[in-house]
Nanobody, 127 residues
């Protein structure tokens, strides 16, 4: 069974950092576009970062640009989201998602296109 397994997250003070991991099981991330979404209570799900299947293209929402970084370790078959300078408004449940897009250089945030989802991980930013 293909699946994404998330780890990381937790409680951090404003200005702190966290790294989320999204490990692919039974498939290779290099053939999939992977995106990170988040959803805070009472708010719509928001796509915040993605990486193309080729790994050559990344994108960030304005809300996280310059603070978050997406990366991929093809050997470990894991996609990471490094989150720096965290703000209280970054608090949410974070999800990674993947869709087969072999040999493509684009990614996006239409959640309906993503066929695999991680289980979600809570990020709390509070002093």
């Amino acid at each position: 069974q293909l699946q994404l397994v998330q780890s990381g997250g937790g409680l951090v003070q404003p200005g702190g950092s966290l790294r989320l991991s999204c490990a692919a099981s039974r498939f290779t991330v290099s053939s999939y576009a992977v995106a990170w979404f988040r959803q805070a209570p009472g708010k719509e799900r928001e796509g915040i970062s993605c990486v193309s299947a080729r790994g050559t293209a990344t994108d960030y929402a304005d809300s996280v640009k310059g603070r978050f970084a997406i990366s991929r370790d093809e050997f470990e078959n894991v996609v990471y989201l490094q989150m720096n300078s965290l703000k209280p408004e970054d608090a949410a449940v974070y999800y990674c998602a993947a869709v087969w897009r072999r040999d493509t250089d684009h990614c996006g945030y239409n959640a309906k296109h993503y066929t695999l989802w991680g289980q979600g991980t809570q990020v709390t930013v509070s002093s």
